[in-house]
Structure formats: C-alpha cells, structure tokens
C-alpha cells in the first residue's frame, strides 16, 4: 500500500512539474527560447523559417502576424528595471540606445493587445519623430502626466506592457559589440 501511494505521489508531481514547465514555456519562457536585455523580452525565433518549439508554442498562444526575422524584431517590457510592475499611474522614463535598425517603433498596450495612446495622439512614438541627446541617447517618457521632450502620452487605468518594434535590425546577430543594448525604464511619480 505504501509502495501504490509513493509511486501516485511521484506520479502527481512529475505532472505538476510537466505542465508547469509546459505552462511557463508557452507564456513567458525566457529559457526556452526567449531572448532579454533588461526589462526587455524578445522572440528571436518567431520570425525564423524554422522556429524552436517553444517560440512555435509561444506564437500560436499570442495568435499574432509575425514579422519575418530579415523585417523586424519586437521587444515587450511588463517591468521597470527595477522589476516592478509597469503602471499607468506611474510615470516613466526610456533612457539609453536600441540596438541598429533602420526604423523603430514605441507603443503602449493593456493585457489584450489594446493600444493606450491618448486620444488625440500619434498611436505610436517613431524613430524619425525623436530628439537625443548629444551622445545618441533617447530619453522618452511615457505616462499620462504632460512631460518635456520625447512623450507617449498614455491614457487608461492599470498594467500595461511597452512594445519597442525594430525593423530591418542586426540585433542578436553578432554585428558590433554594443547592437544589443535596449534603453533601462525607470520608474517617476506615481498618482
């Protein structure tokens, strides 16, 4: 008797650890094929002729047009760097470099893939629209609180996800030994 519990009880957990890991890998999973830089997560192998399993599983999840690896490449960040949550009662700062491209893009969207931008507003911040600064560095905030300079002005309630888009990119190809720096997020006054 002692023997059929322990062999239910190795069972059981052997299941609990299968779909866990199943589960993880399909909605989050850094380690089965997702790529990040700070706060930033990206899929490397969606857009690939032949992607890994887990980028396949993570693609039919999200149910979404992928561009093609040679086209673009999407980075999504949920945390600050700090590694809390993102918020639209707080506001933002986007401080650093992106990785060569030769266009990108800045959006804000809630948990179902809505765009936040404030009415009235471009729905998407642009590489051609932005000012640097004298070394190169963008400096954008996002939030629903007017800001000087570079703005994503946000409107709604609640967590949200940044998604900075790159087309025609060579990061994670090993071209330039700085290509894989993404900008840090820092968190300001929250309402």
């Not at 693609?59 to 993102?86: H, I, M, N, P, Y």
């Not at 506001?91 to 990785?99: E, F």
């Not at 809630?110 to 640097?132: F, K, Q, W």
Request: charged share 15%; hydrophobic share 45%.
């Amino acid at each position: 008797m002692r023997f059929v519990l322990l062999l239910l009880v190795s069972i059981a957990i052997a299941l609990a650890t299968g779909f866990g890991l199943s589960y993880y890998a399909l909605t989050d999973g850094r380690l089965f094929g997702a790529a990040q830089i700070g706060p930033w997560i990206s899929w490397p192998d969606l857009g690939s002729s032949a992607p890994n399993p887990y980028s396949r599983g993570h693609l039919t999840r999200e149910a979404a047009l992928q561009l093609g690896r040679a086209e673009g490449l999407k980075f999504v960040a949920t945390t600050d760097s700090a590694g809390d949550a993102l918020d639209l009662s707080c506001a933002y700062t986007l401080l650093g470099h992106v990785p060569v491209s030769s266009f990108w893009t800045l959006v804000a969207v809630d948990g179902e893939g809505v765009n936040l931008a404030a009415p009235g507003t471009d729905l998407a911040l642009r590489s051609s629209e932005i000012a640097r600064t004298n070394t190169g560095a963008m400096v954008i905030q996002v939030g629903k609180t007017l800001a000087p300079g570079n703005w994503l002005e946000l409107a709604g309630s609640g967590a949200f996800s940044l998604e900075l888009t790159l087309y025609d990119t060579t990061a994670f190809s090993g071209f330039g030994s700085d290509n894989d720096t993404m900008p840090t997020i820092t968190r300001g006054a929250c309402a």
